[in-house]
C-alpha cells in the first residue's frame, strides 16, 4: 500500500511523535511506501504547557517527513488536502489525540476523500482529553464524521470514539505497542553511575510529562506513609512539569521528603530513557484518568513490574499481581501496593513473568488489525 501518516513526528517532541515514526518503520518493514506529513505549526504557542515543542535529538534518517500542516490556517488545510488528495495513497492515517486537531484534520480528511480513491482513518490516541473543556463537546463529531473507519488502542476509547460517530463506522482495537527504540536495558550498576544515585536504595519510577492527571500528587503523599518513609525507597521523578510546580514542591517540603524524593524535571532525550528504566526496581503511574499509556509500554520494553491505577484502558494492561499491581487511585492503596513489593521481593517474579507478558505487544499484531480495518 501506500500510506500516509498525518499527525507529529519528528522535529516535534513526545510520545505521540515517536509512536507516529515506529508505526511508519513498522508498515516500511513490511514492503509498504510510507510518508509522514506533519506540522509546520502545531500549537500556538499559548496553548503549549511545556519549554518546547522541539526534539533535541537527530532527524530520523530513515522516514520520509515532511512538514506542510499549519494547525491554525483554514486555507492551509485545504492545500494540504488537495495536495495529498493528488497524490492518491491508499489510505491516510489520523493520529488523532485533542480536540483542537479536529478541525484541521477533518477539513484535510474531506478534502482528500473527495478523489475517489483514498481511504482516510483515525488512529485515536484520546476521543475526549484527558483534561477536557467546553470544546470537547463541539469539534469532535466534525472530525469524526470525516473519517472511513476507527483504531483505538484501548477499548475505553472504542466507548468514547461511539458517543460521537452516529454513522457506526468499523471500529478496531489493539493494544498500545511496545516502545522498544529506546536502546538496551543496563547493567543496574552502570545506571545507577551514569545517574550518580546511591546503590544502597531502591528506586520508584515516575516517568513522563507532569500533569495533574497523572497523580504524581497521589504518588508523593504515599511516600509519606511510615511504610515506605521507613524503608530504603526512593521515589525518582523524572519528566517536564506541564504546569505550575510549586504546589508539587510545596509537597514535598511540608511532607518532609526532601531526601525520598529525587527530582530530574527536564525533558528526558531518547538516548538518556534507558538510564531511568534501567535503575527502576518498579515503575509507577498512578493516575487520575487514563485512556491508555505509552510509559507502560516503555516499562514493557525493559522488562520492569509497574504499579497502575485502576482507571481508563491501564487495568487491560497490567494483569494484577502477575507483572505488577492494579491499585484504585489513592494515597493509601498505593503505598500499601509498593509495600508490598518491596517486602515480598516480588521484582524477580514479575519480570519473569513480563517477558511472555509483552509478547501480546508487537508492532506487527498492531499493523495487522489496523491492515484488516484498512
Known amino acids: 500500500m501506500k500510506i500516509i501518516i498525518l499527525g507529529t513526528a519528528y522535529p516535534y517532541r513526545g510520545g505521540l511523535a515517536a509512536f507516529n515514526e515506529r508505526l511508519a518503520r513498522e508498515y516500511q518493514k513490511q514492503g509498504h511506501s510510507v510518508e509522514i506529513c506533519t506540522f509546520t505549526l502545531q500549537y500556538p504557542k499559548f496553548l503549549f504547557p511545556g519549554k518546547t515543542q522541539f526534539s533535541p535529538d537527530p532527524s530520523p534518517s530513515d522516514l520520509i517527513i515532511y512538514r506542510k500542516v499549519n494547525s491554525c490556517n483554514p486555507f492551509n488545510w485545504l492545500k494540504v488536502g488537495k495536495e495529498i488528495a493528488n497524490k492518491k495513497p491508499d489510505v491516510v492515517i489520523f493520529a488523532y489525540w485533542m480536540s483542537f486537531m479536529a478541525p484541521c484534520m477533518g477539513t484535510i480528511a474531506r478534502r482528500i476523500s473527495r478523489n475517489g480513491h483514498t481511504k482516510v482513518l483515525a488512529l485515536v490516541h484520546n476521543m ?4 477536557p473543556n467546553i470544546l470537547d463537546k463541539f469539534l469532535p463529531p466534525f472530525f469524526v464524521k470525516s473519517m472511513d473507519g476507527f483504531m483505538a488502542l484501548s477499548e475505553s476509547v472504542v466507548k468514547d470514539i461511539e458517543k460521537f460517530d452516529k454513522r457506526h463506522c468499523p471500529k478496531r482495537f489493539s493494544p498500545h505497542p511496545i516502545y522498544d527504540h529506546y536502546g538496551d536495558r543496563l547493567p543496574r550498576e ?12 531502591r528506586y520508584v519510577l515516575f516517568f513522563g510529562f507532569i500533569r495533574d492527571y497523572k497523580g504524581l500528587d497521589l504518588l508523593i503523599d504515599a511516600f509519606a506513609d511510615d511504610q ?3 524503608s530504603n525507597v526512593k521515589l525518582l521523578v523524572a519528566g517536564e512539569f506541564y504546569g505550575d510546580p510549586a504546589p508539587y514542591l510545596q509537597q514535598i517540603k511540608n511532607l518532609h521528603l526532601e531526601d525520598h524524593v529525587l527530582l530530574y524535571n527536564d525533558y528526558i532525550p531518547d538516548h538518556e530513557v534507558n538510564r531511568y528504566f534501567s535503575v527502576a526496581d518498579i515503575v509507577a503511574q498512578p493516575y487520575k484518568t487514563a485512556t491508555q499509556s505509552g510509559v507502560t509500554q516503555i516499562a514493557f520494553h525493559f522488562e520492569k513490574p509497574m504499579l497502575v491505577t485502576n482507571v481508563g484502558g491501564l487495568p487491560e494492561i497490567v494483569p494484577d499481581g502477575k507483572i505488577g499491581y492494579v491499585v ?28 511472555e507478558e509483552k509478547k501480546k505487544y508487537a508492532w506487527s499484531t498492531f499493523t495487522d488489525v489496523l491492515s484488516e480495518l484498512i
Open 190 to 201: 552502570q545506571a545507577l553511575s551514569l545517574l550518580n544515585l546511591d546503590p544502597a536504595f
Open 328 to 355: 484504585e487511585p489513592d494515597a493509601k492503596h498505593i503505598a500499601n501496593a509498593l509495600s508490598r513489593f518491596f517486602r515480598e521481593q516480588k521484582q524477580e517474579e514479575f519480570e519473569y513473568n513480563i517477558i
Open 128 to 131: 475526549i482529553p484527558h483534561e
Open 228 to 230: 515506605i518513609r521507613q
